[in-house]
C-alpha cells in the first residue's frame, strides 16, 4: 500500500508543481511570467503578474509538499485551492477534457482528497519525521478549506463579463 501511495503522491505532486512552474517561468513549456499573466487575463482574472505569481507559487508549494508528502493535509488542502480555480475556469465547457472541460482539476481535487485521507504513506517526509499518520478525517477540511480557497479567488479576482468588450481597470495592472 505504501508504495501505492507514494506512486500517487509523486505523480500527482509532480505534475501539480510543474504546472506552477509553467506559469511563471519558460521551463517544462512554459511561456514565462508573461504568458502566465496573458493566461489569467485571458480567464478575466485581474491581477496580471501578481496572480499568476500567486498561482505558480501555490501549485508549485502545493505540489513539492505533496509529493514529498510533508504536511500532506495542508499540501492537499492548496492542491484543492488551486485546482477549484482551474475547475471554475472550466466549467462552461463541461467534464471532458477533449472538450476544454474540467475533468483533469475534478481528478486532481479527488485525488488531493484522498490522499489527505490516506496520509501519505511510511515512505514520506511526514513519516520520517513522525508527523504520520494523520487521521482520516482531515479530509474532510482539507477539501472544505480547498474548495473554500478556491472559490474566494475566483469571486475576488474574477473580474465579470462586461457586454460591451472587455473592461480595463484604473490604475496600473501588476
Do not use: C
Amino acid at each position: 500500500m505504501d508504495t501505492g501511495i507514494l506512486i500517487l503522491r509523486l505523480l500527482v505532486g509532480l505534475l501539480v508543481a510543474g504546472h506552477g512552474v509553467q506559469k511563471v517561468s519558460h521551463h517544462l513549456g512554459g511561456r514565462g511570467l508573461a504568458g502566465g499573466t496573458e493566461e489569467f487575463r485571458a480567464d478575466g482574472f485581474r491581477g496580471g503578474a501578481l496572480t499568476a505569481l500567486a498561482a505558480g507559487g501555490g501549485q508549485i508549494g502545493s505540489g513539492l509538499l505533496l509529493a514529498a508528502g510533508l504536511l500532506t493535509p495542508l499540501a492537499a488542502t492548496g492542491t484543492v485551492g488551486v485546482m477549484t480555480v482551474a475547475l471554475t475556469v472550466k466549467w462552461r465547457h463541461g467534464l471532458w477534457v477533449q472538450n476544454d472541460g474540467y475533468e483533469y482539476p475534478l481528478v486532481l481535487i479527488g485525488t488531493a482528497t484522498a490522499l489527505a485521507a490516506t496520509g501519505p504513506g511510511a515512505r514520506s517526509v511526514d513519516a520520517a519525521l513522525g508527523l504520520a499518520p494523520y487521521p482520516s478525517w482531515w479530509a474532510a477540511p482539507a477539501l472544505a478549506v480547498g474548495l473554500g480557497s478556491g472559490l474566494l479567488a475566483r469571486l475576488f479576482l474574477h473580474r465579470p463579463a462586461h457586454p460591451s468588450g472587455p473592461r480595463r481597470a484604473p490604475g496600473p495592472r501588476l
